[in-house]
Each structure stands twice: as structure tokens, then as C-alpha cells.
């Protein structure tokens, strides 16, 4: 899978991909995370990307030349493939896992990161689906665009070191989340207080032991 990702930041990306999962899917070519400079389509001598709002306002929006131009450049490169385009908004669509799923099917995804107060309405013409990851508001689309890249990548085939692990995790199943984990030490003793593991975890019945995972799932 191919992700473009548009943003006037590009260096932000660089340490959460170069770390982790995300590296060994792309070292392993199961992904491959283009960053593009928006502020290579733009035509004046300052690389303007934005402007102040018509009919007055605080702040500034960006503007709708150089954004089209990308997307427009950026389809022509893709051959043969109709590539989703993800314009990422506080107004748009809520993200979950059911949509990582299903986006994971997709062969390239184009993602739109905005800045400042926004984008000019008219880009939205042109993309595919305006997504948000919460209610709330945030500086730019950039953390966005990371936080669906990696919640698709882990559903990709290979991405993970056991396959199993994004089958049985919180919202694997729509408003539904994962049991309790524990490890070592089977006794955490702090301030004269114990802390105990659930006696079923060392018991060494995998029939209980699924029980009782399947019981402390939580509804939401």
C-alpha cells in the first residue's frame, strides 16, 4: 500500500515513521509513506499556502491553488489506480477501526493535511471523504494523517509479528474492548500493599483462561 501524505511540515513525520512497526513495514515494502511538500505548488517568490478569509475572521486559510495542484499532479503519477483522497477536518467523518479496515483494502491513499483555520471550501470538490479523529480541535491535519496511517498498516498482512495480534485487540469488533493484560512479576508489592495477577492467568487452563478473557471484555 502507497500513502501521500500533503502537508507544509514534512519534516514532522520523520521520528514517529522511522520507528517501530511503521519502519518494518516499510523496510519490509508492505507500505510505502510518501510526504509531500505542498509548498512546491505554489507560484510566488514566498511560497505563500494561505490567505485571509473573505468576509473577515481571525486567523488564515489555505488556499485552494496549491492544493488542487497537488492532487492533481499527484493522480497523474498514479497509473492505472484510482487513489482514495482524505481531506483531514474537525468537521469530517468520525475514524475508527471499522473504517481502517476498510480502507485497508485500498491500494493508495492521498491524504490532505490542513492547517491554520482551514481550507478553502472548494478543495473539499475535490477529495473523496473529509475524516476527523475526535471532537476536538487540533493544530494541523499532521498528527491525523499519523494516527490513520498507523491504524491501517497493522491490519496490513505481514505488518505485525503475530497476525493474531490485531484480530483480538480492543475494537476488533464494533464497541468492543480488550480484556485485562498482565506480565511479570505475578506480585507487585508497593507500600506494603499486593497487588496480585488473576489466579485463572496462572492456571494453565486455556479453556478458563478464555472464559474468563471473553467475560472481562468490555461493552461500549
Known amino acids: 500500500m502507497i500513502f501521500h501524505i500533503i502537508t507544509i511540515f514534512p519534516e514532522i513525520f520523520a521520528s514517529y515513521f522511522n520507528e517501530s512497526i511503521l519502519k518494518r513495514a516499510q523496510k519490509n515494502k508492505i507500505v510505502d509513506i510518501k510526504i509531500h511538500d505542498l509548498r512546491q505548488w505554489t507560484e510566488d517568490k514566498h511560497r505563500t499556502v494561505d490567505d485571509t478569509p473573505y468576509g473577515g475572521g481571525a486567523g488564515m486559510v489555505m488556499k485552494i491553488e496549491p492544493l488542487y495542484k497537488a492532487l492533481q499532479t499527484l493522480r497523474l503519477k498514479i497509473k492505472n489506480k484510482k ?11 468520525r475514524w475508527n477501526q471499522q473504517l481502517a479496515k476498510k480502507y485497508s483494502k ?6 490532505v493535511c490542513g492547517r491554520y483555520e482551514g481550507v478553502d471550501e472548494r478543495v473539499k470538490k475535490f477529495v473523496d471523504e473529509e475524516i476527523s479523529i475526535g471532537d476536538y480541535v487540533l493544530t494541523g491535519g499532521e498528527i491525523p494523517a499519523m494516527a490513520i496511517v498507523d491504524s491501517i498498516t497493522r491490519l496490513l498482512p505481514g505488518a505485525l509479528g503475530n497476525a493474531s495480534s490485531s484480530q483480538d485487540e480492543s475494537h476488533s469488533l ?10 511479570r512479576p505475578e506480585i507487585f508489592a508497593i507500600k506494603g500493599k499486593k497487588y496480585q495477577v488473576p489466579k485463572i492467568l496462572l492456571s494453565g487452563d486455556h479453556k478458563k483462561i478464555a472464559k474468563w478473557r471473553e467475560k472481562k471484555k468490555k461493552i461500549i
Open 83 to 93: 487513489p482514495k483522497i482524505i481531506l483531514l477536518s474537525a468537521k469530517g467523518k
Open 106 to 111: 485500498i491500494d493508495e491513499i492521498i491524504l
Open 174 to 183: 464494533p464497541g468492543v474492548l480488550e480484556y485485562p493484560q498482565y506480565t
